[in-house]
């Protein structure tokens, strides 16, 4: 079974406006971490101050919480 990841990409710059966006699902990590790889050369460049790029699993997306019960 493979994981299903999706990729987040967090852009700051240096004017204060923030561009956030989600790309996938990915099957499997190697992919998701390529293609953040890819994102953050992309959207670095000139009035860009960070790029921060993460992949989540889609059942960590999924999660809810539960309380133990007693």
Known sequence: MTIKYLLAILVFQTQGAV???QIG???GLLA???AAA???AVFS???VNTVRTFCASTKAVDFKYAEPKP
Do not use: L, M, N
């Open 19 to 21: 561009f956030t966006g």
């Open 25 to 27: 699902p990915f099957d």
């Open 32 to 34: 998701c971490e390529k």
């Open 38 to 40: 890819q994102a953050r």
């Open 45 to 47: 460049g000139p009035g």
